[in-house]
């Protein structure tokens, strides 16, 4: 409700206001000006031309000249004066940027992007298709999802509830490697390599990361079969968590059956913080409770 007893009642269904707090629903309750969160759709992390015109003009006309990105690649538009709100609110959405990633629901979907050099594959178009699957839906507590192209994890897979990371099988010539060559064993992080008699072999410890391939100049090595990593549980924030390992190596269908299987069992299994009157648990401390196969169970 704003000062003068309006109250705002906005057709787009997802809004994400910051403002000391986070809220997903708007309703106007004093104060003159609101942040506006927004993403956009369908690529939640890649915004075109014509969308950065239309936030450009919308930050020149309603806010106050100023954009924050913010850590899952929303952008937050501060100081948009409320009085004009909607009229905001109304052009980021005819441009596909949506008001949300806010609130108790799935948040923006955070992929790498598919033009990285070092990506195994790409990820944006499943991360589009989780997006439009899970995308806002109401859970007890937020829920990060994030994608990486690789290893690196530049997007923080393993501190989100539920993080994909791309993954390689590594076929091995059947060639003999120069006798001065190690490069593959000198980049695998995880032992999984050895070399007997300049026959390379690939052992149990492999966690398909691919750095032996990128390091390989002789084309004995090759990605012959791609796929994903999943982890649940991590979170970042005043406690931090690293996710657990719910698939090792799972294609695009068995992803998206794994985050429906997850957050079905979280909205079942999930309940109040110990010791909180409204607070529910993060994903993570529901899968501590219950151990990670008694949670999937
Ligand atoms: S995680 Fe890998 S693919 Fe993604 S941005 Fe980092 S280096 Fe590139
Ligand atoms: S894929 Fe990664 S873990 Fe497996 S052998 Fe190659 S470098 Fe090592
Ligand atoms: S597989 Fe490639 S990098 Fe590894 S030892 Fe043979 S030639 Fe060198």
Wanted: hydrophobic fraction near 35%.
């Amino acid at each position: 409700m704003s000062e003068n007893g309006d109250v705002y009642h906005l057709e787009m269904p997802k809004i994400g206001i910051i403002k000391g707090v986070l809220a997903k629903d708007i309703e106007l309750v004093g104060g003159k000006v609101v942040n506006v969160r927004t993403c956009a759709r369908p690529y939640s992390n890649v915004y075109s031309v014509a969308q950065l015109r239309v936030i450009r003009d919308v930050i020149e006309n309603y806010g106050s000249g100023k954009v924050h990105l913010s850590p899952r690649h929303n952008l937050e538009i501060p100081e948009v004066r409320q009085k004009r709100l909607k009229d905001a609110l109304r052009e980021l959405y005819i441009a596909g940027l949506f008001p949300g990633g806010a609130g108790t629901s799935v948040r923006n979907i955070f992929t790498c992007p598919d033009w990285c050099s070092r990506s195994i594959r790409p990820v944006q178009e499943l991360g589009e298709m989780i997006s439009a699957n899970f995308g806002d839906r109401d859970m007890h507590n937020k829920v990060t999802i994030s994608f990486a192209g690789c290893a690196n994890s530049c997007s923080r897979p393993h501190n989100c509830d539920i993080g994909i990371i791309a993954a390689g099988k590594v076929s091995v010539a059947d060639e003999k490697c120069p006798d001065d060559c190690s490069g593959c064993i000198d980049a695998c992080r995880f032992r999984a390599m050895d070399n007997k008699d300049g026959r390379i072999s690939i052992n149990e410890r492999c966690t398909y990361c691919c750095r032996c391939v990128d390091a390989c100049q002789e084309s004995i090595l090759a990605i012959e079969e791609t796929g994903f990593r999943v982890l649940a549980g991590g979170k970042e924030g005043s406690t931090v968590k690293f996710g657990q390992e719910c698939a090792s190596f799972a294609d695009d269908f068995e992803v998206l059956e794994l985050i429906e299987r997850i957050l079905s069992r979280y909205e079942k299994k999930g309940g109040l913080r110990p010791g909180f009157v409204k607070k529910k648990e993060r994903l993570g401390e529901v899968i501590e409770r219950l151990g990670l196969e008694g949670f999937l169970a």
